[in-house]
């Protein structure tokens, strides 16, 4: 079966760095993205990662290792704003998307 | 650019009565569109994918007859909820792909539906 396996909830502080670990077990593979949701809110895209390595935007980065199956997301110098949960989703072999439960980032002062 | 909106973002409706929310690509073309349903504190539910101009693609589970899917064109796609129940009750989000060689998903504000 397919599976995506993500932390349920973490916790970090206020200026920390923080990562979003996520391993996935696909039939097929066409790319992994990770998208931030505000409770209440719609899922915005964060990153695309098809290729290993890592992927860096702003605060934001994203690394993957197609051969392990894993990916994480790094957040640094968190802001409040973090406050979210982060979905990793898997592109299969028929280019659907495979979404993991989401891992919801607590941030404290 | 890639805006989707969602009409309307909120809906309250009586038990057996239908609900339709419209999903709409403000500045492109989406040859395809996803209709999803999430629960409280639960991931993305994907519950049928619409290709403009063809039928559904429902997921294992969702009844079609049910939630019926329209994708008229290439900016929009309906979803109705026909005879609505309590336990129908989430919030619904589409999502539209350009296609061609981009695979990203761009996502509605989202539709919560509340049925008494």
């Known amino acids: 079966g397919q599976n995506i396996d993500q932390p349920t909830e973490m916790t970090a502080t206020e200026g920390a760095i923080v990562q979003i670990n996520c391993t996935y077990q696909?039939?097929?593979?066409?790319?992994l993205f990770w998208y931030q949701q505000h409770a209440g809110e719609a899922p915005t895209f964060l990153s695309y990662n098809v290729l290993d390595g890592l992927e860096e935007k702003g605060r934001f980065s994203s690394f993957l290792s197609r051969s392990k199956g894993y990916s994480y997301l790094l957040l640094k110098e968190l802001q409040m704003k973090d406050s979210a949960s982060y979905l990793c989703?898997?592109?299969?072999?028929?280019?659907?998307?495979?979404w993991g439960a989401g891992t919801k980032l607590i941030i404290k002062p | 650019g890639a805006v989707v909106s969602q009409h309307p973002s909120w809906v309250i409706c009586k038990s057996g009565t239908s609900v339709k929310i419209e999903c709409r690509s403000l500045d492109f073309q989406a040859t395809t569109m996803f209709w999803y349903r999430q629960f409280p504190k639960q991931s993305l539910m994907l519950m049928a994918t619409s290709n403009e101009g063809s039928k559904a693609t429902y997921e294992q589970g969702v009844e079609k007859d049910k939630f019926l899917i329209n994708h008229a064109s290439l900016t929009l796609s309906t979803l109705t909820v026909t005879s609505a129940h309590p336990e129908d009750s989430s919030f619904y989000i589409c999502s539209a792909r350009l296609g061609g060689d981009s695979y990203e998903q761009y996502f509605g504000p989202g539709t919560r539906l509340t049925v008494t």
């Open positions: 989703a898997v592109m299969d072999s028929n280019y659907q998307l495979i």
């Open positions: 696909t039939s097929g593979f066409n790319g």
